[in-house]
């Protein structure tokens, strides 16, 4: 379907092949952000590997001198320390890095991993926050931040660990594979065919191991999010229905059902692993013996003196020990590929458009044959909408559910864009528009009711302009608005923390409070008051109304009663706007709006 709508959906198709530039491109860009303590942790990495042949030197030297009968008992015993002292270090030093166990060098991964974390989280919040709100209409675009935020991870399990931490143990191991080659040419030239005899399949079993892995990941990820949904239910709203009817033990078969088979995907996947990683160890095991054999060779044809066996003795060691953890590492490295490539296809999203045209004020706006259709579906829920809404106007909007008012609401607030069809604001095209802008000239209450815990009630009404400073008396008349004033506004909510919890129309009342302390030129509520008591939302539409007698009020309402209130009323059904005039204009007609009226008003007059 070539409609506007179609050039979002051609911006979320992503390839599926991998790229080991992917991987390249989420190094660099990890690594420039925290270059300093990077290259000081990378350094450390890489001397230590040089330490290697040093303990093959000394313990070469220690075995001549003792051979040469000239020796002194001291002098053994101090090569014996230096050597059992260097090989001490390099086992410390490597288990601190490469594992962070408790030490000293713990700390400074931990820097280097909580900077990396904290500018991978900085790029990742304020990418979520510049993606055009119609993205999230997607589910698909929806599992893929959910993706991005598990790969990124937390300090000692996310990205850093397995990207960086790998690469930087790839470095090093290098390094010390090099240097141990150079020092095995240096005492005679066969020795380097210990080299090529080193655990190669290791490669391959571990980057089978990390393909699997990953299919499970991917595949798991929508099971994992039942399985949470599930379990929030009982946390969630829904958790005294679900007590009433007795619904535990249905949601626990249903959480059951989705768990098991998460485990069955996750026992598949042990059992691979556990036959991969005992072929690992089983070649590993035989490399080492192989050169055993082959040194031991070469030491009894005279190819070697015995200072030289000892040496290549330590060497092997380190080099079986170096050679499985680069191939190890640089395969988890590889199956990291993917992810690196999701990461990247998120942040390639297009990003909302700041630069253009900026309003001073909002003062006409104007839809012409605008039809719309949720990215990724084919029917249009709006469809060919003609609206003239002019500056200071109240306007309610009714109609059957599922009609429409909620998108042409989004629409409205350019949360949405036209499918197809004309919007313009102060006839300009509203794609041309400045969209912090525009969304800086409005206000709004939605049908979801955002519940901000972990914050005062005070600092719930000042979320709505937090552009500008805190103004205690302005947060005091939005809270006399909607009568929350009998709670002091410094209580913390959220029962979770330890706070205090308000009712449904509380809530409500505190995202009006938020939407008046805000205080924009256009006001647009989508069903504000659906938790109110009658009463009071007739006292806060008409505080609303008198308010607002210098702004553009929009509301979508189902009560007649508070549509009634209005000077303009439209009436939408199917996605088309079939009335639209004053309560005493559309009464006197036959048609939806007067059908709705007395479908409400029989219930109240008998
Ligand atoms: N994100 C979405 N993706 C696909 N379809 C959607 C999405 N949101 C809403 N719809 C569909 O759009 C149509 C209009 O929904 P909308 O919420 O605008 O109606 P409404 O008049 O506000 O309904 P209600 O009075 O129940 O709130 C419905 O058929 C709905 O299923």
Redesign the pocket.
Known sequence: MADKTSKIEATIQTTTDSKLSYLWKMWLYIFSSTKKISLIYLGLFISISLLRPLVALIWKAFISETQSLNNSFFSAIGFISVYWGINFVISLVDTYLAFSADGDLEQLEMVQSNRQQEMLHAKLYSRVGDLPSEYF?MASVNDNIRQVFDFIGNPFSGVNHEVMLKSYIVIARTVSILSIALTLFVFNPWLCLILLVAPLPVLWTTGLSEKFRFKLRRENSQLARRVAYYQDLFLSSASKEIKVLGLHHYFFEAWQRVAEAHILKEKKLIRIQTLLDTCNSLIVNLVTIGNMVFIVVLLAKGQISLGIFGAVLALTGGLVTDTTQLLTCFATLMGKQQEAQQFFDFMSLPSQDNKGQTLSKVSELRLENVSYR?PL?S?Y?LKKINLKIKSGENIAFV??????????VKLILGLLSPSMGEFTINGIESGSLNISNRLAQQSTVS?ELSRYKTFTIKKNVYLGDTLNPLDETKIDQALDFVSLNDIASDEVLGKEIGGIDLSGGQWQKLAIARSVYRNRALLVL??PTSNLDPLMETEIFQHYLTMANDKTVIY?T?RISMAALAQRIIV?KD?EIIQDGSHDDLIKNEGEYKRLYQEQAKWYVR
């Open positions: 209409e949720y579906t029917k829920v109609g059957e559910n599922g009609g429409g008012k909620t998108t042409l049908q989508d069903e979508v189902h939408i996605g």
